[in-house]
């Protein structure tokens, strides 16, 4: 058995991974999520943008109180992953997932989720419009509201609480 990996929440609980016993069938043993009561399986890492050097990988986005976390389950043996609050399910199945983003108040997550057909950020558990791609996506100082860009082929459009913005539009001339 080892531990490892150790993230600590603002308000000072832990989290970790831990190799349980041998495994005992097909799969292996992977290490398993240690967070509270919750024991999670198949998990995996992401990472924030820095700006120098690798980002430090992750289990866990703890919300800025610490009293909720985030992490992504893998779907094995299906493929792809979903967001998880607390141990539930917090939106749809992507093949993968951003890192996942809270309010500034911890009341609210959001997160991009990518699949054959798109990007798609998923606020609150919602599922919004699809692009090819989304970035920037920041979050008001209270929590209430966002903002993201996105890219498809009628262009870059900025979008503040899921609604496109049409004086912020970028589109490309011929020369």
């Not at 308000?11 to 970790?16: E, L």
């Not at 690798?54 to 909720?68: E, I, N, T, Y």
């Not at 599922?127 to 966002?146: A, H, I, M, Q």
């Amino acid at each position: 058995k080892e531990i490892s990996e150790l993230e600590q929440a603002p308000d000072g609980r832990v989290a970790y991974m831990a190799t349980r016993n041998p495994s005992r069938g097909v799969g292996g043993n992977p290490p398993r999520l240690i967070v509270g009561a919750l024991d999670a399986d198949w998990t995996t890492t992401f990472g924030y943008p820095v700006p120098a050097g690798p980002a430090p990988q992750l289990h866990v986005a703890w919300s800025p109180d610490g009293k909720r976390f985030a992490y992504i389950q893998r779907n094995d043996p299906n493929p792809g992953v979903t967001m998880m609050v607390n141990g539930k399910a917090a939106g749809p199945a992507y093949n993968s997932t951003s890192a996942p983003f809270w309010s500034p108040d911890g009341s609210r997550l959001a997160y991009v989720g990518n699949s054959p057909s798109g990007a798609f950020p998923v606020g609150d558990g919602q599922e919004l419009e699809g692009f090819n791609w989304v970035r920037e996506f920041s979050w008001s100082p209270d929590g209430k509201r966002y903002a993201f860009t996105g890219g498809s082929s009628a262009g870059i459009k900025m979008f503040v609480d899921g609604k496109e913005q049409p004086k912020a539009i970028s589109y490309q001339t011929d020369a």
